[in-house]
T-cell receptor, first 111, second 111 residues
Framework: DVKVTQSSRYLVKRTGEKVFLECVQD?????MFWYRQDPGLGLRLIYF???????EKGDIPEGYSVSREKKERFSLILESASTNQTSMYLC??????????FGPGTRLLVL | SQQGEEDPQALSIQEGENATMNCSYK?????LQWYRQNSGRGLVHLIL?????REKHSGRLRVTLDTSKKSSSLLITASRAADTASYFC???????????FGSGTQLTVLP
């Protein structure tokens, strides 16, 4: 079974803090994704990566950056957290453009 | 960008009844998938239907695809309280590696 893990289930940060969300997958998937999910807005793609050190902007990259130094790990970075980044963050991985495997999510609250 | 629109946004039925959810999309697709999300958790892949397929079954799930109408439906037969979750459709198009998710249908199955 594919396993995608996220570093925290719940996180509380202060405005202006730098926040790191980590995602690790154990199935040698080439593609990894970061989404945020907000009520009524569904899943919105922030960034994705199709190879080590490669990244592509999704639909809402502003205020975020990513890092993929190893194939199994994809990090989402909030350079200076703001209250409008309070959300559920979901990481996923896939082999191709088909089935994505999701982590359990990180619920981030920015105060 | 949101390609898929689910309908209805929310659905409440009694245990044992069938649940039907619909998804419409805007552009030509390669595949359409359905995912399920339990409250506060990550998404789980349910079923994939290719653009050249019209119907697919998996256990109590039946998916149809009408590419002329750019729409799909997910039928859950003999629903159970444990089917209570949000259901999302997701499409991939062209050579894109990423999926585009709909806004989801919240299904509540009452015991």
């Amino acid at each position: 079974d594919v396993k995608v893990t996220q570093s925290s289930r719940y996180l509380v940060k202060r405005t202006g803090e730098k926040v790191f969300l980590e995602c690790v997958q154990d199935m040698d998937h080439e593609n990894m994704f970061w989404y945020r999910q907000d009520p009524g807005l569904g899943l919105r793609l922030i960034y994705f990566s199709y190879d080590v050190k490669m990244k592509e902007k999704g639909d809402i990259p502003e205020g975020y950056s990513v890092s993929r130094e190893k194939k199994e790990r994809f990090s989402l970075i909030l350079e200076s957290a703001s209250t409008n980044q309070t959300s559920m963050y979901l990481c996923a991985s896939s082999l191709g453009p088909k089935t994505q495997y999701f982590g359990p999510g990180t619920r981030l609250l920015v105060l | 960008s949101q390609q898929g629109e689910e309908d209805p946004q929310a659905l409440s039925i009694q245990e044992g009844e069938n649940a039907t959810m619909n998804c419409s999309y805007k552009t030509s697709i390669n595949n359409l998938q359905w995912y399920r999300q339990n409250s506060g958790r990550g998404l789980v892949h349910l079923i994939l239907i290719r653009s050249n397929e019209r119907e697919k079954h998996s256990g109590r799930l039946r998916v149809t695809l009408d590419t002329s109408k750019k729409s799909s439906s997910l039928l859950i037969t003999a629903s159970r309280a444990a089917d209570t979750a949000s259901y999302f459709c997701a499409t991939d198009s062209g050579s894109a590696r990423q999926l585009t998710f709909g806004s989801g249908t919240q299904l509540t199955v009452l015991p």
